[in-house]
């Protein structure tokens, strides 16, 4: 292709990954031009490697394979090897990336509809590209691409080989967390249609030919389709966990687990149904990996957006660990956990982060450590415990939820509700920050609430989350913002 003229990029390569529709924007001869730009940016540009590669996955997506021979062609157009993985997880590219010390590449949109397809990159060791971290840089040189062309292969071009490394994954993980030592359990999954219904088998169960654990797997759409037939492979959206908790009841299961459609994010729902918090997910998690760091001597961090329950930092400062707070964005947790040595990483979007795990986000494996926690956990007089008893400790305060408002003048939005909240306040006991958006807290006195207030980067809205000590008062918060981001005309809520 030859052209004076630079394609626009910013649209489909964003500042941590590359998401758009198949064909337009994202056709294979874009992806050609972004594995160009890949090897020679991140691979030539950065890693310097003796024998240069990268390792490619892609999820159950039917554009997948396509995007993935154009952005191998790309990549081996400028002497880098390809090591395709095929079928994978997005945490199982991570470990690709870090065991094989290869820069790598997964091919997926994760929760986004049948028709998106997108690619997220890392350095070797699963280090993220993103923003300020490769990723500009990659859609520059991918736009130039584009436009001039990218030219003949070298006479040496990369080699294309595969690598099934499915079963080394699942041994790598059933490697950090103990399965069978607690009680037996029966554990519902939804894998939405998306890549759970691959590694769920092999990491829980033998298909992987690793020893059965105490755990009665039911399944939930499991076979591998990227039209999603079911529902969208998003359980951040409630509509998709309904099938989740009505079988969990139906089958009087312990507890159930749903996957997103690449299966780096876990949510977790209780023996009744009920969903159990990212942020108790969290606190949990943490926890345990707190316990493990403190008996080896060592002095523990956990990282944590600033969004999440302040149960996080309550509980795990009381329990020895330093606690870090980030914004709101896995390039900013990824970035802290490696600058702090972190053991553990959790955000609100149930994203969870490990030290053993490359400073990577693996939701199978803070899955693990759920179901290893309630396999272990009795009540003073011995009895086991339900995965709602488990839970209460992690869940003492009330929140909101994301929510999201349009509103036609953000700035003038916000403004309204610094005013209320801060300038007003006339030196009384709430704390402000701008670390993202506006937090204003009033944590430290009584009645304790916070809320923040966040403007998206792409759409004009205003994202509200607030928490408090008791329901009443998390309403009366959450009301009294969102009238005053919504005063005028036109402002609404939207989903």
């Known amino acids: ?10 649209g489909l390569i964003k500042a941590y990954d590359v998401r758009g529709v198949v064909p337009d924007p994202f056709s294979p001869e874009v992806a050609r031009a972004i594995g160009a730009a890949f090897a020679e940016v991140v691979v030539l540009g950065v890693e310097h490697a003796e ?34 993985i095929g079928l994978c997880s997005t945490d199982g590219l991570y470990h690709a990336s870090g065991s094989l010390g290869l820069p790598g590449a997964m091919f997926t949109a994760s929760h986004n509809p049948a028709e998106y397809n997108g690619i997220k990159m890392c350095h070797a060791g699963a ?8 990723l500009d840089t990659v859609r520059e040189r991918a736009g130039q691409l584009l436009a001039e062309g990218i030219g003949d292969p070298m006479t040496s071009p990369g080699r294309v080989t595969e690598h099934d490394t499915l079963a080394e994954y699942a041994a790598f993980l ?23 219904g691959l590694t ?27 039209s999603f037939p079911n529902h969208e ?117 149930a994203h969870y982060y490990f030290r053993d795990f490359f400073f990577a986000d693996t939701g199978m494996l803070a899955a693990m450590h759920v179901i290893a926690a309630l396999t272990q956990a009795r009540a003073a007089d011995g009895t086991p415990l339900t ?32 005013e209320a909240y801060v300038t007003q306040q006339g030196g009384g006991p709430v704390e402000v920050d701008e670390l993202d958006g506006l937090t204003v807290s009033h944590w430290d006195a009584h009645p304790q609430w916070w809320f923040n207030l966040r403007a998206s980067n792409t759409e004009p809205l205003l994202r509200l989350n607030v928490e408090a000590a008791d329901e009443d008062i998390m309403i009366k918060v959450r009301d009294d913002v969102l009238s005053l981001v919504r005063e005028g005309t036109g402002e609404e809520e939207t989903a």
């Open 200 to 226: 769920v088998p092999a990491v829980l169960g033998t298909a992987a030919g690793l020893p059965a654990l105490p755990l009665e797997i039911v399944p939930l759409y499991f076979e591998l389709d990227g």
């Open 387 to 418: 995965m709602s008893q488990l839970a209460e400790a992690y869940e003492p305060y009330v929140a909101s939820g994301e929510i999201n408002s349009r509103v036609a003048d953000v700035a003038a939005a916000r403004e309204r509700v610094v």
């Open 1 to 10: 292709m030859t052209s004076t003229s630079q394609p626009d990029l910013s």
């Open 233 to 349: 492979a998003n359980p951040l959206e409630p509509a998709n966990l309904r099938d989740l908790q009505a079988a969990v009841v139906e089958h009087g299961a312990d507890l159930g687990l749903a996957f997103d459609g690449d299966a780096d994010r876990c949510f977790v729902v209780d023996e009744r149904g009920e969903p159990v918090s990212p942020s108790a997910v969290t606190a949990l998690v943490g926890l345990r990996e707190v316990a493990r760091e403190l008996a080896e001597g060592r002095e523990p961090t956990v990282i944590h957006n600033l969004i999440t329950s302040r149960v996080v930092p309550d509980l795990l400062t009381a329990a020895g660990a330093r606690t870090v707070r980030t914004r709101v964005g896995h390039s900013f947790i990824k970035a802290e956990m490696a600058a702090n040595d972190a053991v553990f990483g959790g955000e609100h979007s």
């Open 174 to 196: 059933r490697s950090l967390v103990d399965l069978g030592a607690g009680r037996a359990l029966r554990v519902v999954v939804d894998a939405g249609n998306g890549m759970a």
């Open 127 to 134: 280090r993220p590209v993103g923003e300020g971290a490769g």
């Open 51 to 84: 024998r240069p590669g990268v390792v490619v996955g892609r999820d159950m997506r039917e554009t997948g394979p396509a995007l993935v021979t154009a952005f191998a062609e790309g990549v081996t157009s400028r002497g880098v090897d390809v090591q395709l």
